[in-house]
Nanobody, 124 residues
Framework: VQLQASGGGLVQVGDSLRLACAASGGTFSDYRIGWFRQAPGKEREFVASVSQRGDTTYYIDSVKGRFTISRDNGKNTVWLQMNGLKPEDTAVYYC??????????????????WGQGTQVTVSS
């Protein structure tokens, strides 16, 4: 499966952005989709994931209540709605896919397919 992330940009503290991850070349509903991010000088970290059917989600603590992940299998797309953005959310955001059904799969190595990344910059 090929993944294309989009929707990043430069915003102010407290603003919102919605990232999209569009998939092609596979059966989208076979894959759990995760969002990761990598800030300058830091390791890539897990942010959120949504199950194959879209019925379960998982978030890191720092984004709970601010970010919402969702998917539409008919449109082969996953979204990450980000509200209340903070400077520490600044990073390149990547979407990734795995066939695993593990809800708390947060490791980079657990995901097999990756998109190219989209830059999110939150200015104070």
């Amino acid at each position: 499966v090929q993944l294309q992330a989009s929707g990043g940009g430069l915003v102010q503290v407290g603003d919102s952005l919605r990232l999209a991850c569009a998939a092609s070349g596979g059966t989208f509903s076979d894959y759990r989709i995760g969002w990761f991010r990598q800030a300058p000088g830091k390791e890539r970290e897990f942010v959120a994931s949504v199950s194959q059917r879209g019925d379960t989600t998982y978030y890191i603590d720092s984004v709970k209540g601010r970010f919402t992940i969702s998917r539409d299998n008919g449109k082969n797309t996953v979204w990450l709605q980000m509200n209340g953005l903070k400077p520490e959310d600044t990073a390149v955001y990547y979407c990734a896919a795995t066939r695993s059904w593990l809800t708390r799969l947060i490791t980079i190595t657990g995901y097999d397919y990756w998109g190219q990344g989209t830059q999110v910059t939150v200015s104070s």
